[in-house]
């Protein structure tokens, strides 16, 4: 419990953020790649006590944000089946599809439940035999070993009523992607701490190496924010490209192998569309061979889904750091959480949803805030 | 079952059957056998379709709610419970004193009878605790699927006196934001109920009737300008409200208001943020600065406000809005959520 008092006080913060002043020389632009960590900066205010010079870009790493909208259609699709359960975490429900979200499918008459882990849904299989029941597998390497878990468990029960829509997505090709991209302003990245704790980080320093870019590990309150952040800036002053772990109490270079082991195990890596940005290769996990059983779009039909996307939305650029929600010209005015255009509005992880708040403060406050170099 | 004071006609029937909300035999042996001592109190009145009050004051306030919470028994309560306090909490927050309730019932066809034994045993203890009389109700049976085994309804009417004047427009610059005690316990008791959650401690429901306390209150604060009690949407939605009623600005502090280790700690693993989750046992006073210190006090020296808290103040910045000081000293917004606080993923 100390942990979350420990890791707010206000007397640290700003004397990190004193130190985070005094060592910046110039514009910086930072990615934190998870949507915790946007969250947790837009929830506490991290960013009021940054110099102007410092730039937060708000990364891909919102898995609610980079689900592509063909699988949200595929959730639909299979949700507003009769005889189906379908089960999803909470903030998946108000995410628009091509023409309508979970919300609309269950007032509609689908049996879409809300539950808090997917062995609650593998659950319901058993206690529910003539029903068929769908989780929606989703998000990165942290929610993976548990949605693994479940087909896992499931096999293993011999449930023939049990299936996945899995659309799991991989920080570590997002990072080069990101980095390769021509229009690429990231400087740093803060490395999003729930993932590293699963996957350590083994992997992270030939990308540091290859594309000269600091990475730091983090986690999410904003004492590990805003170290994380002085640590980003001491290494761009220094000119210096190096893996930093500023999460030692939850993270380790190998990470938990038994978790690797099973997602290993339970998944193959794969091609994957994320919304808004477009196919990365490699970046995404689908369901191995021995578990292809389990998958429910091969249990299902949904293979004929035509999406529509809003022409208007440009959560794909957002998603990128290529141009801050405010640069939309649908900001605030047609797409606003009451009605999103596209799932960056939706989610409370999501950068529009956080600056349609932080937005609001910089009006009332009537201070500009440097967002571009 | 052992506040019946006949059950054996009941006993016949140990769950609902579509017939106890027909009106016949079986709507009068309901009402008769298990409403009526159990809501009924000291003095029953005849609980007809409807009552003459005699009410003492000239200024009368009225109130209905409807109740449709699930898990039905919780941990601090019922949906029983919850029914009293929450009329008996609408009518105290205009400064009422509550005198009179009705109850009307929903039961859907296959509800245990036990179970609504339980439920209407706890209403009127809650009733009688609260010194309210339960005078005149309704009872409808709906076929099985067609309900979540009981919804209740409750009307309340209460007198005011004649000095009183609380509403929320009256939020001035410069009064400041009490909190009578810690938030979330409410919403958190009954997550931590629903299916697959399970935490180590049990929370418990914070329902309560807050009349008494308000009488405290107005006797040392006289000219206390907004009360409400931040139910469903919590205390910031509440404060939202109250700021775009009034059109002024209303700032807290995150440091200053209570919230029990245990649902911050249940809020931080959902990802759910206390501020808006539901309580049904807290009030919020906004009151002039000179009468702060005497409002606390009283707060504080009634038993349901042991923790009570001064947690902001009402401001000429931003008006419409509420923004929170977060405990690194940045400011933030907090704005009305769309629906329902979502568990986020991860």
């Given at each position: 419990m100390k942990y979350l008092t420990e890791f707010r006080d206000g007397a640290i913060a700003q004397k990190l953020a004193a130190e985070i002043r005094q060592m910046t020389t110039r514009h910086w632009a930072i990615m934190e790649v998870c949507g915790g960590q946007t969250h947790s900066i837009m929830r506490n205010g991290i960013d009021q006590l940054l110099p102007s010079e410092i730039e937060l870009i708000h990364g891909p790493g919102c898995p609610v944000c980079v689900t592509p909208l063909?699988?949200?259609?595929?959730?639909?699709?299979?949700?507003?089946?009769?005889?189906?359960?379908?089960?999803?975490?909470?903030?998946?429900?108000?995410?628009?599809?091509?023409?309508?979200?979970?919300?609309?499918?269950?007032?509609?008459?689908?049996?879409?439940?809300?539950?808090?882990?997917?062995?609650?849904?593998?659950?319901?299989?058993?206690?529910?035999?003539?029903?068929?029941?769908?989780?929606?597998?989703?998000?990165?390497?942290?929610t993976a070993p548990a949605n693994a878990m479940a087909v896992h468990l499931a096999k293993k029960q011999g449930l023939t009523n049990f299936s996945m829509l899995v659309s799991h997505v991989l920080v570590p090709p997002a990072i080069d992607a990101i980095m390769r991209s021509p229009t690429n302003r990231v400087q740093a990245f803060l490395a999003a701490g729930h993932v590293n704790s699963v996957m350590g980080f083994w992997q992270y320093p030939p990308l540091a190496s290859q594309h000269r870019v600091p990475i730091v590990i983090t986690g999410f309150e904003p004492l590990d924010v805003l170290e994380g952040i002085r640590r980003c800036v001491r290494q761009l002053e220094a000119g210096e490209h190096e893996v930093e772990n500023a999460y030692e109490r939850v993270v380790t270079f190998d990470g938990n192998r038994a978790a690797q082991a099973l997602l290993e195990e339970v998944f193959a890596e794969s091609d994957r569309a994320w919304r808004g940005i477009g196919v990365i290769p490699r970046s995404g996990w689908k369901l191995s061979d021995a578990y292809a059983d389990y998958d429910a779009e091969n249990r299902f039909d949904v293979s004929d889904i035509h999406t529509h996307e809003s022409p208007e939305c440009r959560s794909g650029e957002v998603l990128q750091g290529a141009i801050k929600p405010t640069d939309c010209p649908a900001f605030g005015k047609q797409c606003t959480p009451r009605t999103p255009f596209g799932a960056t509005m939706v989610s409370s992880e999501g950068a529009c949803a956080a600056y349609f708040n932080y937005g609001r403060v910089v009006q009332l406050e009537r201070v500009r805030v440097r967002v571009h170099a | 079952m052992d506040e019946w004071a006949c059950p054996l006609p009941l006993r016949d029937y140990p769950t609902v059957v579509l017939g106890h909300g027909g009106g016949g035999q079986l709507s009068a042996e309901l009402v008769e056998h298990l409403f009526r001592p159990a809501l009924g109190g000291?003095?029953?009145?005849?609980?007809?379709?409807?009552?003459?009050?005699?009410?003492?004051?000239?200024?009368?306030?009225?109130?209905?709610?409807?109740?449709?919470?699930?898990?039905?028994?919780?941990?601090?309560?019922?949906?029983?419970?919850?029914?009293?306090?929450?009329?008996?909490?609408?009518?105290?927050?205009?400064?009422?004193?509550?005198?009179?309730?009705?109850?009307?019932?929903?039961?859907e066809e296959g509800l245990p009878m036990a179970t609504l034994?339980?439920?209407?045993?706890?209403?009127?203890?809650?009733?009688?605790?609260?010194?309210?009389?339960?005078?005149?109700?309704?009872?409808?049976?709906?076929?099985?699927?067609?309900g979540d085994g009981v919804y209740i309804n409750t009307a309340g009417i209460g007198v005011v006196a004649a000095n009183v004047d609380i509403a929320p427009r009256r939020a001035q610059v410069g009064d400041v934001v009490l909190l009578s005690g810690t938030i979330g316990d409410h919403g958190m008791a009954i997550m931590s109920l629903r299916e697959g959650l399970e935490f180590d401690t049990t929370i418990q429901s914070d329902s309560a009737a807050l009349h008494t306390m308000v009488a405290a209150l107005l006797a040392a604060a006289p000219d206390v300008h907004v009360m409400r009690d931040p139910t469903r949407g919590g205390v910031a939605s509440s404060l939202n409200e109250i700021a775009q009623d009034a059109q002024v600005g209303i700032q807290i502090h995150e440091e200053r208001v209570p919230v029990r280790q245990e649902v911050r700690s249940a809020c931080e693993l959902l990802g759910l943020d206390p501020l808006f989750v539901a309580n049904e046992g807290k009030m919020l006073a906004i009151v002039p600065a000179a009468q702060a210190d005497a409002a606390l006090a009283a707060m504080r020296a009634h038993r349901l406000g042991g923790n009570a808290a001064i947690?902001?103040?009402?401001?000429?910045?931003?008006?419409?809005?509420?923004?929170?000081?977060?405990?690194?000293?940045?400011?933030?917004?907090?704005?009305?959520?769309?629906?329902?606080?979502?568990?986020?993923?991860?």
């Open positions: 063909e699988m949200i259609d595929k959730a639909l699709a299979i949700a507003a089946l009769p005889n189906v359960i379908f089960c999803s975490f909470g903030d998946m429900l108000r995410v628009p599809g091509s023409d309508r979200d979970l919300f609309r499918v269950k007032s509609e008459g689908g049996d879409v439940r809300v539950v808090y882990s997917p062995l609650d849904a593998v659950q319901l299989a058993v206690q529910h035999p003539t029903k068929q029941v769908v989780f929606f597998g989703i998000g990165f390497e942290t | 000291d003095d029953p009145p005849p609980l007809t379709d409807s009552t003459v009050l005699t009410l003492p004051g000239t200024r009368i306030a009225c109130s209905t709610d409807s109740f449709v919470v699930k898990p039905l028994v919780f941990p601090g309560g019922s949906i029983g419970t919850l029914a009293v306090h929450g009329t008996v909490n609408d009518l105290a927050m205009s400064g009422a004193t509550p005198l009179y309730l009705t109850a009307g019932f929903i039961l034994a339980r439920i209407v045993s706890d209403m009127g203890r809650a009733a009688r605790e609260a010194g309210v009389r339960i005078v005149t109700g309704d009872t409808k049976v709906v076929e099985r699927g067609k947690i902001g103040e009402v401001v000429a910045d931003h008006p419409g809005m509420l923004v929170e000081r977060t405990t690194i000293g940045a400011r933030r917004v907090i704005t009305m959520q769309i629906g329902e606080q979502l568990p986020r993923i991860c």
